[in-house]
């Protein structure tokens, strides 16, 4: 999913207060449990999207879910406004934005890699170092599968993109054939 102003605000505030703190790597792992709880469960996916819900309900819910975490008062109070405010469903985008954001504090940028198949290691090493190159930047991969672009690879670094998948070669194909 990609960031959105509204993740982007709220990861923001919360990475300011989590380095006045001194929790920063605390909340990150905070929300890297969370996260996977919310990627791994239908179920509060859709209870989070549903508007029957109350509010108070999804506020128990996330609670106890962040108390079984062990979660900091950080997180657990960021969730609640979240709920509160409405914007639970936006809590994918604050994963992705705080993530990219303690990247960037630490001088490094998440690059989100897509293939069509897991490849091997040293198939994201030799990319790696191609991407720093091209980019100047210390590189962290965020790997994803999609099997649509049939081949290749897309990488995304910030507002980048370098598309080598087989799906954007046979579109480009395409359209020359097409446009003479």
Request: glycine share 6%; charged share 30%.
């Amino acid at each position: 999913m990609k960031s959105n102003a509204v993740g982007r605000r709220y990861a923001k505030a919360l990475l300011s207060l989590a380095d006045e703190q001194h929790q920063t790597e605390r909340v990150e792992q905070d929300l890297e449990a969370l996260r996977a709880a919310w990627e791994q469960s239908a179920e509060l996916r859709a209870l989070a999207h549903n508007p029957i819900i109350s509010r108070e309900l999804l506020k128990r819910t996330f609670t106890e879910i962040l108390e079984r975490a062990g979660a900091s008062a950080m997180v657990k109070n960021t969730v609640k406004l979240l709920v509160d405010r409405g914007r639970i469903g936006e809590l994918p985008a604050v994963f992705e934005a705080f993530g990219a954001l303690a990247s960037e504090r630490s001088g490094k940028v998440v690059a989100q890699v897509t293939t069509a198949h897991p490849m091997p290691d040293a198939y994201y090493d030799d990319l790696k170092r191609q991407l720093e190159k091209a980019t100047g930047l210390q590189i962290v991969f965020d790997k994803r599968q999609d099997p649509s672009i049939l081949g290749g690879v897309v990488a995304r670094v910030g507002d980048k993109v370098f598309d080598g998948s087989v799906r954007n070669r046979l579109d480009e194909l395409k359209a020359s054939l097409l446009n003479p």
